[in-house]
């Protein structure tokens, strides 16, 4: 796949939004020749109906059922039936999705949802891209993103995040829209920094 600024943004952000609906459990993304090849564990039943009606049905389906299960407790036991799925996107499939999330982003006004997974997975590219590097691995579970890269000189990177972190970093990328300077990560004190 031929890369650009802002390649890695943009390829997470869709796979992000075609993996939502599934609420996966833990995930990994690697690169895989010309994709980039998901492995993960989700609920079965979200699973399966993702693949019985399509995606984005799915999605705003599962969405509704989230917000009532929000306002109403469950009754009974949580469902723990978790299955692996594995995913492959080519530089078709995120011109597809990208082009279908950029449809739903201005029919519902253009401001993404902070605590989604595509942005979450948006603001990984965004460090990657920030660093003119390439993806090597990301894994994420329900509390920590640990991704590796390489930088635009070859060096290899790990960045670790818990959930409260990467909140902190998607605001400052946020708030700070029109820069295109990498945040460094590498501050001791667990505040994010601006690289010089």
């Known amino acids: 796949m031929e890369q650009f600024f802002g390649y890695h943004a943009r390829a997470l952000r869709a796979i992000g939004q075609d993996l939502a609906d599934?609420?996966?459990d833990s995930m990994t993304i690697e690169p895989d020749g010309d994709s980039f090849l998901v492995r993960g564990m989700c609920n079965r039943a979200r699973l399966e109906s993702q693949q019985s009606r399509g995606?984005?049905?799915?999605l705003r389906k599962m969405g509704a059922k989230l917000r009532?299960?929000?306002m109403r407790p469950p009754i009974g036991e949580p469902d723990l039936d978790i299955t692996p799925f594995t995913r492959s996107y080519g530089a078709a499939d995120i011109d597809r999705l990208d082009a279908r999330g950029n449809q739903r982003r201005f029919g519902a006004g253009g401001l993404p949802e902070i605590y989604s997974l595509a942005e979450r997975m948006r603001t990984i590219g965004k460090v990657i891209d920030g660093h003119n590097g390439r993806l090597d691995k990301?894994?994420?579970?329900?509390?920590?993103?640990v991704f590796e890269y390489r930088d635009g000189e070859n060096q290899p990177r790990k960045v670790e995040l818990d959930n409260t972190q990467l909140y902190r970093l998607q605001r400052r990328y946020t708030s700070e829209r029109s820069d295109n300077v990498p945040?460094?990560?590498s501050d001791d004190s667990g505040q994010l920094q601006k690289s010089p």
């Open 55 to 58: 995606g984005w049905t799915s």
């Open 138 to 145: 990301i894994f994420k579970d329900l509390h920590h993103i």
């Open 68 to 70: 009532d299960g929000i």
């Open 183 to 185: 945040i460094d990560l």
């Open 22 to 24: 599934l609420l996966p």
